[in-house]
């Protein structure tokens, strides 16, 4: 059976300053000073990139003092990463195969 693919996870990840901001962090825990002076990107309108992010659950946050980091979560990439390579192999494979339907 093949895994799934989260079809709402794609427009969130397929947004220039959202993906900027994941390989960001994929790099280390960065706060929104951090990733306003590494994007150029106003204040509000990362914070509302990032408000997204949270949501669909591909960063989390962990307070510090008077700022918040934000951490990326590896596991929501590999899943999402998994499903493809799954249908990249069934693809090969069905290629491989020959397999297909005939037409009515």
């Given at each position: 059976?093949?895994?799934?693919?989260?079809?709402?996870?794609?427009?969130?990840?397929a947004?220039p300053?959202?993906?900027?901001?994941?390989?960001?962090?994929?790099?280390?825990?960065?706060?929104?000073?951090h990733?306003v002076?590494?994007?150029?990107?106003?204040?509000?309108?990362?914070?509302?990139h990032?408000?997204v992010?949270?949501?669909?659950g591909?960063?989390?946050?962990?307070?510090?003092?008077?700022?918040?980091?934000?951490r990326?979560?590896?596991?929501?990439?590999?899943n999402?990463a998994?499903a493809?390579a799954e249908?990249?192999?069934?693809?090969?494979?069905?290629a491989?195969?020959?397999?297909?339907?005939?037409?009515?």
């Amino acid at each position: 059976m093949l895994m799934s693919v989260d079809a709402d996870l794609l427009p969130v990840l397929a947004e220039p300053l959202r993906l900027q901001i994941v390989t960001l962090l994929a790099r280390e825990t960065l706060c929104t000073t951090h990733l306003v002076q590494e994007t150029g990107a106003r204040q509000t309108n990362l914070s509302n990139h990032l408000k997204v992010l949270r949501e669909a659950g591909v960063v989390e946050t962990e307070p510090c003092g008077r700022f918040t980091y934000y951490r990326l979560r590896p596991d929501v990439l590999e899943n999402l990463a998994g499903a493809f390579a799954e249908l990249a192999a069934t693809a090969r494979e069905t290629a491989e195969n020959g397999v297909k339907r005939s037409c009515p």
